[in-house]
């Protein structure tokens, strides 16, 4: 297999501790069977119980966020080297939420992808359009700057550990997936702009997720595309039957 699926969950402000444990107790037996890595992106407050958790099974713990810097004078912030010790493997970068709330930047999140890759988390970028930029047909331009922006001098042997995720923010959270060719057209795309910057067979090896309203109802489809690798799942993450059914697509 050139490229092993990954199906992430992405969490968001969402669980408490006590609810981490009931979520990751009825996920566990669930996905033990997946045959594609199984990740979960938790907020801070929940990583450690879920990396507790979750030792010796096949579900890995990712954070939502990470600052670029190593430490210092960056009150509220947490560090890349903060989360491996923790046993957090894997780091969600650039999500819309954050570009749109938070005021991340393709610089901002080229930073952090430099903090993760150096520490040896293993960063999931986000990329993706909004509604008006698509419906202008800005979507390939505006992906390119994202993609170009977020690999700025990384080299090769770093880029190959990137997972990157399309995540179209008129999909988010609103039910409206896009469709399987929709979704395959655009990340067949972002693999001919990573060509561009690595070549062609780099490209071939790295994994790209869909994101965006991803559920147990569409997630075949969206998997049997050719370019499509996996998922970052929101809302259906949060709950462990749902979650279960995507990561057994
Ligand atoms: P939903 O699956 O809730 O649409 O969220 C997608 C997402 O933003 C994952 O990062």
Redesign the pocket.
């Known amino acids: 297999m050139l490229r092993k699926p990954i199906i992430a969950g ?1 969490w ?1 402000m969402n669980n408490t501790i006590a609810e981490t444990e009931a979520l990751v107790k009825d996920l566990i037996p669930l996905v033990a069977d997946a045959k594609c890595d199984v990740v979960i992106c938790t907020p801070y407050t929940d990583l450690a119980k879920a990396v507790e958790l979750t030792k010796g099974t096949n579900i890995k713990v990712g954070a939502e966020n990470v600052h670029w810097a190593e430490k210092g004078a960056f009150t509220g912030e947490i560090s890349a080297k903060m989360l491996v010790e923790l046993g957090v493997e894997y780091v ?1 970068i650039g ?3 954050r570009r749109q709330y938070f005021g991340e930047t393709d610089a901002s999140v080229n930073m952090r992808t430099k903090a993760a890759l150096a520490a040896g988390l293993i960063p999931i970028v ?1 990329v993706g359009e909004t509604l008006e930029q698509r419906e202008k047909n800005r979507t390939k331009a505006v992906i390119r700057k994202q993609i170009n922006g977020a690999f700025a001098d990384i080299p090769e042997e770093d880029a190959k550990k990137i997972v990157v ?1 399309y ?1 179209p923010v008129w ?5 409206k997936t896009a469709t399987d060719e929709q979704a395959q057209e655009t990340i067949k795309n972002i693999r001919g702009m990573i060509a561009h910057l690595y070549g062609r067979k780099f490209a071939n090896r790295l994994r790209i997720q869909y ?5 147990p109802k569409n997630v075949a489809g969206l998997m049997a595309q050719p370019d499509i690798d996996g998922g ?6 949060l709950k462990a039957e749902d979650f279960s059914k995507v990561v057994k697509y």
């Open positions: 992405n968001k969600i999500h819309s939420e986000c995720a995540e999909a988010i959270g609103t039910g994101g965006g309203s991803m559920n970052l799942i929101g809302g259906a993450s």
